[in-house]
């Protein structure tokens, strides 16, 4: 086979999702935007439906649209980009919930869905999504009037426990909320450590279920296999790839194993991160190509048939630094030419 295997382990998700709800007396929500962080939202959120979750976030209502083809009717489906334009039909006939995010998007929804359930997003800080405080005190009383189910805000610094912003958001959220009577919800991964005064009813958990930072306990949810499609032995001297990136300093072995950075496998790791045959670190020699990694295999015993870079070994987020990003893009880079191998739940 010329492809990758991404092995996806949903026991392991569900592990995780139960250990973070486990960390707050509030209820435990799941994140499943931009495809469930790349391993598949409709399977990603059965599986957790069945482990108990019963509300779920998305991105925007494309997505929410076919999370409710897998899920069936009866889990709330929230929508972070609101009521945009061009939405009402998708949230109508899927039953979403959108998360109002303006003055303008709570009378975009009165006007064309009159009675349709929906959340607000604050803004506490971040400056990202979120309506004013001008605005909530303006429209909060309407607002709460009408079918109101959620009201959230997001952590802009929750990474970093010692952030000054962290307090500073929880303090602005307590005092736009104090008197709401829906559920409230400020933590995702990040908040829920931050501990229990920023846990508050429900909390919106994403990259700790799939095993990434700052959930340092969880469970590693993917394994990455690579094919090798030959290796070859070079003189001192002799070079490896595009540039000539990689010489060869010892007599070389070289495998080219088959994924590149159209799969997500960062040009940026050239060089700079490893594979790993077992517990043995095999390290890249020259530029990602496209399609095509090359790897020092020299210190194995035998020519290796394939090699990881996700697993046991190397977590998303140690590929991640190899990088210079962040585990969350390494996971939602995960290109659509991995054949997917699920196991669990
Ligand atoms: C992505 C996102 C989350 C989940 O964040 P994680 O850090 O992955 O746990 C929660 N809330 C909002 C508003 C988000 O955008």
């Avoid at 309506?131 to 959230?152: C, I, N, Q, T």
């Amino acid at each position: 086979m010329g492809t990758g295997t991404l092995h996806i382990d949903l026991d392991a998700l569900v592990c995780n999702w139960r250990a973070l709800d486990a960390m707050s007396a509030a209820e435990t929500g799941a994140v499943v935007k931009a495809d469930g962080y790349g391993l598949g939202a409709s399977r990603v959120a059965k599986a957790l439906a069945a482990a108990g979750a019963r509300r779920f976030f998305v991105a925007v209502a494309e997505e929410g649209a076919i999370l409710r083809a897998a899920l069936g009717p009866g889990p709330e489906i929230n929508v972070f980009s609101g009521h945009m334009e061009g939405d009402t039909a998708l949230l109508h006939a899927h039953a979403l919930t959108p998360m109002l995010n303006s003055a303008a998007q709570a009378a975009r929804h009165t006007a064309l869905l009159p009675g349709h359930p929906y959340g607000v997003q604050l803004d506490t800080g971040m400056n990202r999504l979120g309506m004013e405080p001008a605005d909530w005190a303006a429209g909060r009383a309407a607002l709460e009037a009408g079918p109101l189910s959620l009201v959230m805000s997001h952590l802009a610094c929750a990474d970093d426990p010692d952030h000054p912003q962290n307090a500073a958001q929880l303090a602005q959220f307590t005092a736009m909320t104090a008197g709401v009577t829906v559920p409230r919800s400020l933590a995702a991964t990040g908040g829920i450590l931050l501990g229990g005064s920023y846990h508050f009813d429900l909390t919106r958990p994403g990259i700790g279920m799939y095993g990434g930072d700052p959930f340092a306990a969880a469970r590693p949810v993917v394994r990455l296999s690579l094919p090798v499609v030959q290796v070859r032995a070079l003189s001192v001297g002799e070079t490896v790839g595009y540039a000539a990136a990689f010489t060869a300093t010892r007599p070389t072995r070289i495998a080219t194993v088959s994924a590149g950075y159209a799969d997500g496998l960062l040009r940026a790791l050239s060089n700079g991160a490893q594979m790993w045959a077992g517990d043995t670190p095999c390290p890249l020699a020259g530029r990602v190509s496209m399609d095509l990694l090359t790897v020092d295999v020299t210190d194995l015993p035998d020519p290796p048939t394939a090699l990881d870079i996700l697993g046991p070994r190397q977590t998303v987020d140690q590929l991640a630094t190899a990088a210079g990003t962040i585990g969350y893009e390494i996971l939602t880079s995960l290109g659509p030419r991995y054949a997917r191998q699920v196991a669990g739940a």
